[in-house]
């Protein structure tokens, strides 16, 4: 039971104001052996406290240009004239070493992830309604109006896609939610499909016997 | 919330020897508000003790053959020159009272019951390696050499479409095994397949915020 199986690759998304980054701290803080962040290569500058390696790996526009000329980006974006993207390399090794890796993206990117590794687990963070995301957005209070309804409108768009994840997490205590985060990973590891190395070893162990060795 | 959601059909197979018959009781006795288990029908005749309705659904050859013809089971077979079947309408019932049901059925029954109803949640439980098993079989003390070898080789058997199911359950300790099939169906209400109509409630509710309602 105790060698090492390789990690899950998990992404979790979920609409502005769902908490879906206090829970995913919350969910590191926990569990910091089970799981690890993937962090994203970016071409914006640093902000002040950030540091490389930390919150982005930081790189110029050629170095990231070279990044996804060798494959090097598990998926990318341009955003506002600056790209964001998903490091392979580190992704890679922390699921080699049986860390699930959980990588903050939005649907588009999530949906490219899936579609290029398949196995990919698809989390998705809501309110329980409309309403409370409306609430969060406002009680934020660094928003105006304006930037809450361009919010709701994203959220709108975003709904669109949400059959596409695996699944739908609730998010109504943070407590709550990072529990069930946690347990639906868990689970994940008993799926059939991820444990074709036991299933191999039983059927060989079983032929024997059936034999009478 | 509240609201009552439909409950799960659950299969519920394993080994002969993976302990699953005491997995399922403990799991009932623990949480008897969410489950019930199905019960099947039979033709061959009641044991002492056993009481109709209860352990069985006793029924005449007439009644069980007046049953496939109504199509009033969900699957059904002959073993030994008796029918044994699972009726739809108990099942039914259950479902729509938001219960998860669980059916225990071998192989072969748990497959026609996923072809007819894909949502069906298949759980296959297994000891930890083909030695254990072997021990157990040994163990009970009920059954000769050669009843042992031909389970095993039946377990060897099974254990070629063990890929269809959907998870795969380790039985080290009933109690660890308990929690964990109850932790996996109660994960499994969270799926984005099994949660339309909140998809559905949502996405209306944002479109008429991004509206400026």
Do not use: W
């Not at 860390?99 to 993206?105: A, N, R, S, T």
């Amino acid at each position: 039971m105790s060698q090492k199986k390789r990690g899950i690759l998990i992404v979790f998304s979920g609409f502005s104001g769902s908490g879906k980054g206090t829970v995913m701290k919350e969910l590191l803080l926990c569990y910091p052996d089970r799981y690890a962040l993937s962090i994203s290569a970016t071409t914006r500058k640093p902000r002040a406290l950030e540091e490389d390696g930390r919150e982005y790996f930081f790189k110029t526009k050629e170095q990231f240009e070279e990044m996804i000329a060798k494959n090097e980006l598990i998926e990318y974006a341009l955003y506002v004239e600056n790209y964001y993207g998903t490091p392979k390399e580190y992704v890679e090794k922390q699921l080699e070493a049986g860390k699930d890796v959980i990588l903050e993206i939005e649907i588009q990117g999530a949906l490219k992830v899936k579609q290029r590794f398949p196995d990919t687990l698809l989390l998705f963070v809501t309110p329980q309604n409309a309403d409370i995301l409306k609430e969060r957005l406002i009680g934020r209070g660094t928003e105006s109006e304006e930037v809450v309804y361009q919010r709701l409108s994203q959220a709108s768009e975003e709904a669109l896609r949400v059959e596409e994840y695996d699944y739908l997490i609730i998010n109504d205590t943070i407590e709550d939610c990072v529990k069930e985060v946690h347990s639906i990973i868990q689970n994940e590891h008993r799926r059939v499909s991820r444990n074709q190395e036991f299933i191999n070893r039983m059927k060989e162990e079983l032929k024997r016997f059936s034999k009478g060795e």
